[in-house]
């Protein structure tokens, strides 16, 4: 059974980088398609984009100009980065999979 484990700083400064890690255990990270999406406080879930099997990314428009997916296949897990953070981006970030596992979530707050 695939389990996945959101981790990352919880506090960010504004127009920092946020870099978010999803550990992957009980499969390989190379065996599935991996998305990010996030909840910010009081909304909706948000997609943010997601890695391939082949291991290329795609993303949210809103999104494109500020963000990378990539796998790390010798930790095995996968990465976020998103880059000139604002406030706006404070939220729960939560990492899957195309078979339906999800981390619980890691809370990330921008604030100075």
């Known amino acids: 059974q695939v389990q996945l484990q959101e981790s990352g700083p919880g506090l960010v400064k504004p127009s920092q980088t946020l870099s978010l890690t999803c550990t992957v255990s009980g499969g390989s990270v190379t065996a599935d398609f991996w998305s990010w999406i996030r909840q910010p406080p009081g909304k909706g879930l948000e997609w943010m984009g997601a890695?391939?099997?082949?291991?290329?990314?795609y993303y949210r428009p809103s999104l494109k100009s500020r963000i990378s997916m990539f796998r790390d296949t010798s930790k095995n897990q996968v990465i976020l980065q998103l880059n000139s953070v604002t406030p706006e981006d404070t939220a729960v970030y939560y990492c899957?999979?195309?078979?339906?596992?999800w981390g619980q979530g890691t809370q990330v707050t921008v604030s100075s």
């Open positions: 890695v391939r099997h082949n291991g290329n990314p």
């Open positions: 899957g999979s195309l078979n339906g596992a």
